[in-house]
């Protein structure tokens, strides 16, 4: 069974910055994409960006480019999120996911393991 556990949300205010982890438990961290998807209250949850197993490929959100960064330690079986220039419409709680296919994907049908969360909120 792969556990993920995030870390890293918080209060920040509008243009701060914050990054975010997830922990991934398993033997074969590399051979998986991994994303980050968020949900703000009442809403559905949407795709924020992801990684290849090897951390070649990247994918984004439209409405994060530029200003969130994903990226991976294998050898620490950890996905980050850097999140730079934080705006109110941000808040949101932020999940990770392992897929179970080695390319990034946007669609959570791609996902097969997911984490409990972290709160982003960001103030303006």
């Known amino acids: 069974q792969v556990q993920l556990v995030e870390s890293g949300g918080g209060l920040v205010q509008a243009g701060g910055s914050l990054r975010l982890s997830c922990a991934a438990s398993?033997?074969?961290?590399?051979?998986?994409?991994m994303g980050w998807f968020r949900q703000a209250a009442g809403q559905e949850r949407e795709f924020v960006a992801a990684?290849?197993?090897?951390?070649?490929?990247?994918s984004y959100a439209d409405s994060v480019k530029g200003r969130l960064t994903i990226s991976r330690d294998n050898a620490k079986n950890t996905v980050y999120l850097q999140m730079n220039g934080l705006k109110p419409e941000d808040t949101a709680v932020y999940y990770c996911?392992?897929?179970?296919?080695?390319?990034?994907?946007?669609?959570?049908?791609?996902?097969?393991?997911w984490g409990r969360g972290t709160q982003v909120t960001v103030s303006s």
């Open positions: 996911a392992r897929s179970w296919a080695t390319d990034v994907a946007s669609s959570p049908t791609y996902y097969n393991y």
């Open positions: 398993g033997r074969t961290f590399s051979s998986y994409a």
């Open positions: 990684i290849s197993g090897r951390g070649g490929r990247t």
